[in-house]
């Protein structure tokens, strides 16, 4: 069974930066693609960024592209959401997730996630 516990999430004024982790424990989480979606209040949960299992490719939403970078240490089984220049509406509950179904593979887009985190709260003020 994979279990995905977020932490880092917080309240930040425009213009900061936060560091969001996942700490992810299974047999073959590994070996999964990894992300990170959000989900605004009254709206839609999406997409923010993803990894591959290795860490080679990484890929973010258009919306966050040059503000936000992901990474993961396998060693450690726990991958990371660096957000900078963090902007009011970037306010949301912040989810990570996992991809089996990406076992092993370059191929990380679309991230169909089968295991999800609770959750971490991300507040922006101006």
């Known amino acids: 069974q994979v279990r995905l516990v977020e932490s880092g999430g917080g309240l930040v004024q425009a213009g900061g930066s936060l560091r969001l982790s996942c700490a992810a424990s299974g047999r073959t989480v590994s070996s999964y693609a990894m992300g990170w979606f959000r989900q605004a209040p009254g709206k839609e949960r999406e997409f923010v960024a993803a990894v591959s299992w290795n860490g080679a490719a990484t890929y973010a939403a258009d919306s966050v592209k040059g503000r936000f970078a992901i990474s993961r240490d396998k060693a450690k089984n726990t991958e990371y959401l660096q957000m900078s220049s963090l902007k009011p509406e970037d306010t949301a509950v912040y989810y990570c997730?996992?991809?089996?179904?990406?076992?092993?593979?370059?191929?990380?887009?679309?991230?169909?996630?089968?295991?999800w985190g609770q959750g971490t709260q991300v507040t922006v003020s101006s």
């Open positions: 997730a996992a991809d089996s179904s990406k076992q092993t593979s370059s191929i990380v887009l679309p991230l169909v996630p089968d295991y």
